[in-house]
């Protein structure tokens, strides 16, 4: 991780005092790391570019990382929210770049393995995708939980991971047992049965127009089922 720029302030004045028949070629700043295989390199900013100081301890860059470098997610999607964030930080003035070179996912806190079920115990994680309008309330999902009988479980959600465009809420809520779920699978003799449970709603800033991101946690019935949600705004 290289939070430095990437120009050469004294290239000109480097280039007068070499002479144009010196034959050496002068370089206009930190270049890109050539035969990268097995790395990631991750740059401040752009080739031949500036990176900001920032007005505080760290730098646009050093803050988003120190931001998104816990969370648990993929490591690339973990630099594309830093480049996100510098870039939206900067006004648009500093856009990280990033070298990939692995094959594969990797993980810096290890991969939440997916149970089958609903075994106590199990932790399970699970990516969804979903579209919103621009400033309005939008429906991300349900969580809920019911027993053998198609009783309501209590269940518990906690965010962990707020909207950058908009914000998120979770309320009380009825839910139609579908045939299956992402979460649960099929829901078998429960299928049109109502449960009580807690939606997750969002609601995108009336004038931003791209991808957005949640985060939540729900814990119910002995699971903990970590869900992350890719919001199309649009």
């Given at each position: 991780?290289?939070?430095?720029?990437?120009?050469?302030?004294f290239l000109t004045d480097l280039r007068r005092s070499i002479g144009p028949s010196r034959g050496v070629a002068v370089q206009r700043g930190l270049a890109k790391i050539d035969n990268a295989q097995g790395m990631i390199v991750s740059y401040a900013t752009q080739s031949g570019q500036t990176a900001e100081d920032g007005t505080g301890r760290n730098s646009p860059y050093t803050t988003a990382f120190l931001?998104?470098?816990?969370?648990?997610?993929?490591?690339?999607t973990i630099f594309?929210?830093?480049?996100?964030?510098?870039y939206r930080t900067t006004n648009n003035a500093q856009l990280p770049?990033?070298?990939?070179?692995?094959i594969g996912e990797f993980y810096l806190h290890g991969k939440v393995e997916v149970a089958i079920g609903g075994t106590p115990g199990r932790e399970r994680n699970m990516n969804l995708a979903r579209s919103a309008k621009p400033g309005a309330d939008s429906l991300l999902a349900y969580s809920g939980r019911w027993d053998p009988n198609c009783n309501?479980?209590?269940v518990t959600v906690t965010i962990t991971r707020k909207p950058?465009?908009?914000?998120?809420?979770?309320?009380?809520?009825?839910?139609?047992l579908p045939a299956s779920t992402p979460g649960s699978g099929n829901t078998g003799q429960c299928a049109g049965k109502t449960i009580k449970s807690k939606k997750i709603m969002y609601f995108s800033n009336p004038d931003f127009r791209g991808s957005d991101s949640v985060g939540?946690?729900?814990?119910?019935?002995?699971?903990?089922?970590?869900?992350?949600i890719a919001i199309t705004v649009q």
């Open positions: 991780m290289l939070d430095s720029c990437r120009d050469n302030p931001k998104n470098i816990e969370t648990r997610e993929e490591i690339g594309r929210h830093i480049a996100a964030d510098v770049e990033i070298s990939l070179s692995v309501s479980l209590p950058r465009n908009g914000t998120v809420s979770v309320l009380d809520a009825e839910q139609v939540y946690d729900s814990e119910g019935a002995g699971t903990i089922l970590h869900t992350t």
